[in-house]
Structures are given as C-alpha cells and as structure tokens.
C-alpha cells in the first residue's frame, strides 16, 4: 500500500465523479431467507467471505440464488468484469467478478464504460479505501456507506495512458508478491518434511 500511496500522491490532470465512469451502477438485493425455493440454483450470489477469500477475483460463490429468488428480489445479473464494492460491515472492499453475479442489498456493483480502466479503479478504490473512506463511514448498529456516497466518489484522472500505465505497474507489483509468497509457501512445505525426515 505504500507504493499506491506513493502513485495516487501525485497531482492528477482533473478529478472524475465515479459515476461518470459507470453505465450502470445498482445495489443489489436479498431473496427471504426463509424460503428454500429462492436458493440452491445456478445463479452465484456474492457474500463478503468469498470477496476476503478470493481477493481481486472472484471465480465462484459459495451461495447461489435460483431463477425465482432473483425475480422476487431486487438482486440482478451483474456481467464479467464489473467493478464491486462492499457497503456494509467490511465497508470499501473491491472486487471483480469474472463470472456473472448477483450479490445482496450489501454490494454495490458498476458497469464501467470502458473496460480498460478496470484495474485503475480497482486500485484506486482499494486505496481510497485505506486512505480515505473513514471520512465517508456513517456509523449505525454497524459501520456503513451509501450507494450515493459511492457514486460521489472522486477519481484522480492522470490522462488515460498514465492511468493504464499506473494499473500495470500496481498489477506487475502484485504478480511479483503472489509469486514470492507461492516460493515461500513452497519452502516452508519443505522444511516440515525435512524436520518430519530428521525424527523418523
């Protein structure tokens, strides 16, 4: 986060609203929970746990809605490559689906305009989030944002090839420290074998 911190630190060329950036952009909606036929189909319905999971991605859910639960609620199909941000309890998280999703009242998810700058964005709100999003939080029974709030968002625009530029270099940064950490995952796998050898 510090190279992040580093990049946004720059002056931008002008400031975007985030919804300017979104074709759509909607919360999603939660079936009754009470009614069995609205779960357990084929539609991946998103909760927080498969974002803290998955990360970046996410290619599954661990809940899925049926064709009913989704018409009888104001959930709806968000397409591959959206851009998804938590609003509740985990406030500011940000993912993107690479597979069509539906997600709860919980989420709000944005189709953008152009598709090249999803990684930006992606970076950019995941920072905003570390950086900024406690000024926006409103604290209720648990700590929350709104769907406005979220669309009143202001983007840092540093020309559009500097803006492709910048998710490249952030998306190289985190290539290199998943691949470390596989290394280092490997290595420690190991030395538990090397030290289960050495007491046999």
Do not use: C
Not at 33 to 43: A, E, H, L, P, V
Not at 182 to 195: A, D, F, P, R, V
Request: a positive charge.
């Amino acid at each position: 986060y510090a190279i992040s911190k580093q990049v946004f630190a720059q002056i931008p060329n002008e400031w975007n609203r985030l919804d300017t950036l979104f074709s759509k952009g909607k919360a999603g909606g939660t079936p009754t929970s009470t009614n069995k036929d609205y779960y357990n189909g084929d539609i991946p319905f998103l909760s927080i746990n498969d974002i803290t999971k998955q990360g970046k991605y996410i290619k599954y859910t661990e809940n899925h809605l049926s064709q009913s639960g989704l018409e009888n609620s104001s959930a709806w199909i968000i397409p591959k490559y959206s851009l998804i941000m938590s609003m509740y309890a985990s406030v500011g998280l940000v993912t993107i689906n690479e597979i069509p999703i539906a997600t709860s009242q919980a989420m709000f998810a944005m189709q953008l305009k152009d598709t090249n700058l999803l990684d930006y964005l992606y970076y950019y709100l995941s920072h905003f989030r570390y950086r900024h999003l406690y000024k926006y939080i409103e604290t209720g029974t648990q700590s929350n944002i709104n769907a406005d709030t979220v669309r009143r968002i202001m983007i840092p625009n540093y020309g559009h090839s500097r803006n492709i530029e910048i998710a490249s270099t952030l998306k190289s940064i985190d290539a290199k420290i998943d691949n470390e950490l596989s290394i280092l995952e490997l290595l420690n796998g190991q030395k538990q074998y090397l030290l289960r050898q050495m007491f046999i």
